[in-house]
């Protein structure tokens, strides 16, 4: 098994192992002089949910996105269903505007559990012909596997008939770095994704894109240091998760603005804390005051 190691670095830098691992995203790229004429170029980050497994290694062989020439990011969203192979429905089987493109990456296996608590990787970057991005297409290999603790591990099995899954991408999830240079954010939630069935660990990838430049945040600190909480924020439609480090921080990326609460989940003997009616805009991290658990 090829394990893509990630190598995790404090939010003021980033660290090259195989691929970037960032804490701060205000260091992406800006507009690329070498991007040719008529191309664009696309950059797809992956961030994950947390979730109570120990480890959890996800085998990844391609990454495609479906595009369509005949348009421009900036042009609205329309209403065709698009299918996982190229066309939309009602559309001329001729028309060979819509097509997928593969991106370069690294194939290997992953282990999602290292891009908690705000961190990210970037997991594939390419030039296509200029348009509008539609879909993204992940292709997984059979090497997926779960740990339910250190040393536990069982097979993790892709649900359904294909080895792939497709993101729907929207207009506003993209970000324009420049006028042919974007980048789009996959946060890959775990705690959705994974099922046991009848003896057999399944995954099901639920996976969202989000504009990491205009969508919310939510950070904090959680005292005492090594208290292993779980940070819940929710409201009437939605509802994130994070994992504190060992000294208490935490990050929640890709929120949706409006008013939430936030429940901070004791172990250890600690007891559950609630605050309320935190406010939360876009395009701006919100910070929830520190919350000091009690035994």
Request: charged share 15%; net charge negative; aromatic share 10%.
């Given at each position: 098994?090829k ?6 670095t404090?939010?003021c830098?980033?660290a ?5 691992i ?6 992406s790229?800006g ?11 696309v950059?797809?980050y992956m961030m994950d949910g ?7 290694l ?33 559309r001329?089987?001729?028309?060979k ?14 282990d999602?559990?290292q891009?908690r608590?705000?961190v ?5 970057s ?5 348009g509008?991005?539609?879909k ?6 059979s090497?997926?596997?779960?740990y ?8 993790l099995?892709?649900?359904?008939p294909?080895?792939y ?9 993209v970000?324009?770095?420049?006028n042919?240079?974007?980048?789009l954010w ?19 990838p639920?996976v969202i894109?989000f504009?990491?430049h205009?969508?919310a945040?939510?950070?904090?600190l959680?005292l ?5 909480p779980?940070?819940e924020a929710f ?5 994130i998760f ?22 901070v989940f004791?172990?250890h ?7 309320n009616n935190i406010?939360?805009?876009a395009?701006?991290?919100t910070?929830?005051p520190t ?5």
């Amino acid at each position: 098994m090829k394990t893509i190691a990630l190598r995790l670095t404090a939010c003021c830098g980033a660290a090259i192992l195989l691929l970037f691992i960032s804490c701060n995203k205000n260091n992406s790229a800006g507009s690329n002089s070498n991007i040719p004429a008529g191309k664009s170029q696309v950059s797809i980050y992956m961030m994950d949910g947390p979730t109570t497994y120990a480890k959890v290694l996800i085998d990844i062989r391609q990454v495609a996105v479906l595009i369509d020439t005949s348009a421009t990011q900036s042009d609205p969203d329309d209403d065709r269903e698009w299918d996982d192979n190229w066309c939309g429905r009602g559309r001329d089987q001729s028309d060979k505007s819509v097509f997928w493109d593969t991106l370069a990456i690294t194939p290997g296996v992953y282990d999602l559990l290292q891009l908690r608590n705000g961190v990210d990787t970037l997991l594939g970057s390419g030039v296509y012909p200029s348009g509008k991005i539609l879909k993204v297409r992940i292709t997984l290999g059979s090497d997926n596997s779960v740990y339910t603790d250190s040393v536990t591990n069982y097979p993790l099995v892709v649900f359904g008939p294909n080895p792939y899954f497709t993101i729907n991408v929207r207009r506003e999830d993209v970000f324009g770095v420049s006028n042919n240079n974007f980048q789009l954010w996959l946060d890959f939630n775990l705690e959705r994704s994974i099922f046991f069935w009848s003896g057999t660990f399944y995954l099901k990838p639920y996976v969202i894109a989000f504009n990491d430049h205009t969508s919310a945040r939510i950070s904090g600190l959680v005292l005492p240091p090594g208290a292993s909480p779980l940070v819940e924020a929710f409201n009437s439609t939605d509802t994130i998760f994070a994992v504190p480090g060992w000294e208490g921080n935490y990050l929640i990326r890709g929120v949706s603005a409006g008013t939430y609460s936030v429940t901070v989940f004791g172990h250890h003997g600690y007891n559950d804390t609630t605050i309320n009616n935190i406010v939360v805009n876009a395009g701006e991290t919100t910070k929830v005051p520190t919350i000091t658990l009690h035994q």
